[in-house]
C-alpha cells in the first residue's frame, strides 16, 4: 500500500516548510493501519496561504487577465489532473476505501469539472451593456469576489475541491483550499497538477487541517468568501461564524434524498440507478438515494428484489478486483453508521438484508449493505443523514402522501421518480423540492448545476451558476 507521504505546504506557488512539525497520520480504513502523513497546517500556516492568495489577488496577474487566458491556464490543470488521476485514484482507494472503479470515476468527474471550467467564459458574459428610462446607459461587470476559503470533506476530495476550484479560479479568484484530514494525499497530488500547470504564484494554496484551522481561516479578516461542503452541522456553524462580517458563503452541505416509486412502475427500470444511487461510495455521498418510498402493497415485491440484487454486491478489501463496495472512510464512520443501525431497529424498522459488520471484515472500517423496510417518516432513520450503506423504504398510500414525505425532511439536495412513463415522473419529480432530480434514472450531474434547497445548502456549484457563486456585480453609469 505505497502511497506518498508529504512533509511541505502548497503556498504561493511552492512548496514550503510548515510553521510547526505537526503532522495528520492518514489511516487507512482498510485495515486501520496508517499509510501516510501530511503537515498539518496551523493558524501560522493558515496566515501565510491567505497572504499568499491576498497579494496574488490584490497584485497579482491572476484577475486582471482575460478569461479566455485563465481558461487556458484551466485547461492545463485538467491535462495534469488527467496525468495524476490513477495515482490520485489509487491513493483515494487507500485513504477512504473507495473501490477502483468508484474511485477512477470520480476522478474521471474532477477531468470533466476542469474541462467545463476551462469553456465557462464562450458561455458567460462577464461585462454587458445595459440602458434603463429615456437616457440611462451603462455597463454591467462581473467581477471576482476575491480570495476564497475553500473547505471540503473527504467522500471525493479531487472531485469536490474541483467543483469549487474550477469556477473560483475562472472567475479570476484566488483560493486557499483545505482539505479534510482523512484524506488529504490526493488533494496534495492536486496541488502537484497547480503546479505543473504553471498557476500563477499564489492563485492556490493548498494547507491540510483539522477543524480548528479551518474555523481560524473562514473567519480570516482577508477572506472574502467561503465555499464549504460537508455536514449540515458544520456548516451552520461556519455560517453563524461568517455572518458576524456579513462574509459572501456557498454552502453545500447533507442529503436524504427520497426516490419515488409510483404503483405501475415496472421494478426493472428502478433497480440499476436505485441500487447504485443508494449504494454508491458505501452510501458516503452527500445526494445518496437513501430513502425509497414505495406503494404499500408493492413494499414486499421490491424489497425482495433489492435484497436480491443487494446480494450480488460484492463486499471487501476495495483493491481487489470485482469488489463493489468498500469499507466506510473511518472507523469513526463505522461506529456512527452502526449506532444509526441500533437505532433503527430500535424504532421498530425492519432489517431486510444485512445489519452488522460483515464476517471476516473485522479489522477495517466495514458495514454490511443494508436495507431497512417498514420505515415511517418520523423515524430518525428515515430522517437523518447516515451516511453509509444504509437504507430505508418506506410505504406509502398515495402520491400526494409520498410527495409530503419526500419534502419533510430538512434536506433537499437529490431525489429520483421512477413511474411507467416519463410524463408522470415529471410531474411528481416537480413536486419535489431539491436542486437536482431523476426523472425515471438517478445520477449525480456534476457539470450542470449542483446544490440544495432547504438545509441541503445554500447556492450551486457547476457550470456558469458556479461561476456566478464568485462573481459579484457592479453597475458603471454613464
Ligand atoms: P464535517 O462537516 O465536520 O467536515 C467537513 C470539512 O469541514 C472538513 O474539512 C473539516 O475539517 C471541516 N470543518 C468542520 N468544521 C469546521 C469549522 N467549524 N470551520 C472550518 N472547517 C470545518 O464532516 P465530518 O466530521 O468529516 O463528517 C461527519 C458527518 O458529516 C458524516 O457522517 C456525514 O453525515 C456528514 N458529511 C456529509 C458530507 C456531504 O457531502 N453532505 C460530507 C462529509 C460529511
Known amino acids: ?92 482507494t487507500n485513504e477512504i476505501g473507495a473501490p477502483a472503479a468508484v474511485a477512477t470515476a470520480f476522478h474521471e468527474n474532477a477531468r470533466k469539472m476542469w474541462d467545463d471550467a476551462s469553456t465557462l467564459y464562450k458561455r458567460f458574459e462577464f461585462e454587458e451593456e445595459r440602458t434603463w428610462d429615456e437616457s440611462g446607459r451603462g455597463k454591467l461587470v462581473r467581477e471576482p469576489v476575491g480570495v476564497v476559503a475553500t473547505i471540503i470533506p473527504w467522500n471525493g476530495p479531487v472531485a469536490t475541491g474541483s467543483l469549487k476550484l474550477g469556477p473560483a479560479l475562472a472567475a479570476g479568484c484566488t483560493a486557499v483550499f483545505k482539505p479534510a484530514p482523512e484524506g488529504p494525499v490526493s488533494v496534495m497530488m492536486l496541488a502537484e497538477a497547480f503546479e505543473a500547470a504553471g498557476l500563477p504564484a499564489g492563485v492556490v494554496n493548498v494547507v491540510p487541517a483539522g477543524r480548528e484551522a479551518g474555523q481560524y481561516l473562514i473567519e480570516h479578516k482577508d477572506v472574502d468568501k467561503v465555499s464549504f461542503t460537508g455536514s449540515t452541522a458544520a456548516g451552520r456553524k461556519i455560517m453563524a461564524s461568517v455572518a458576524e462580517r456579513i462574509g459572501n458563503i456557498s454552502l453545500e452541505l447533507g ?81 456512527r453508521v452502526l449506532e444509526y443501525i441500533e437505532v433503527g431497529k430500535s424504532e421498530g424498522a425492519r432489517v431486510a438484508i444485512g445489519g452488522g459488520v460483515p464476517d471476516g471484515l473485522e479489522e477495517g472500517a466495514y458495514v454490511e449493505p443494508t436495507i431497512f423496510a417498514d420505515v415511517t417518516r418520523d423515524m430518525r432513520i428515515a430522517n437523518e443523514e447516515i451516511f453509509g450503506p444504509v437504507v430505508a423504504v418506506i410505504p406509502y398510500d398515495t402520491v400526494d402522501e409520498a410527495v409530503d414525505i419526500a419534502n419533510s425532511t430538512d434536506y433537499g439536495l437529490s431525489g429520483a421518480v421512477y413511474a411507467a412513463d416519463d410524463a ?14 431523476g426523472v425515471n434514472t438517478w445520477d449525480m450531474c456534476v457539470t450542470q448545476p449542483f446544490g440544495g434547497y432547504k438545509q441541503s445548502g445554500i447556492g450551486r456549484e457547476g457550470n456558469v451558476e458556479g461561476l456566478s457563486a464568485f462573481l459579484e456585480t457592479k453597475l458603471m453609469m454613464y
Request: charge should be negative.
Open 255 to 335: 442529503g436524504k434524498s427520497a426516490a419515488i416509486l409510483t404503483e405501475d412502475v415496472p421494478l426493472e427500470k428502478v433497480l440499476p440507478t436505485l441500487v447504485f444511487g443508494g449504494l454508491g461510495n458505501s452510501g458516503q455521498v452527500c445526494a445518496a438515494l437513501t430513502r425509497v418510498l414505495v406503494p404499500r402493497s408493492r413494499q414486499d415485491e421490491l424489497v425482495d428484489a433489492m435484497v436480491a440484487a443487494y446480494k450480488e454486491v460484492k463486499v471487501g478489501d476495495p483493491r481487489e478486483e470485482g469488489v463493489a463496495l468498500g469499507p466506510l472512510a473511518a472507523k469513526r464512520q463505522q461506529e
Open 424 to 437: 408522470t415522473a415529471e410531474a411528481i419529480a416537480r413536486r419535489v423540492r431539491t436542486g437536482q432530480i
Open 1 to 92: 500500500m505505497a502511497i506518498p507521504s508529504y512533509d511541505k505546504l502548497f503556498i504561493g506557488g511552492e512548496w514550503v516548510e510548515p510553521a510547526t512539525d505537526r503532522k495528520i497520520e492518514v489511516v487507512s480504513p482498510i485495515n486501520n493501519q496508517v499509510i501516510a502523513t501530511v503537515p498539518e497546517a496551523t493558524e501560522a500556516d493558515m496566515d501565510r496561504a491567505v497572504a499568499a492568495a491576498r497579494e496574488a489577488f490584490d497584485n497579482g496577474p491572476w484577475p486582471r487577465m482575460t478569461p479566455e487566458e485563465r481558461a487556458g491556464y484551466l485547461k492545463r490543470v485538467g491535462e495534469e489532473v488527467v496525468k495524476r488521476s490513477p495515482a490520485m485514484a489509487e491513493s483515494f
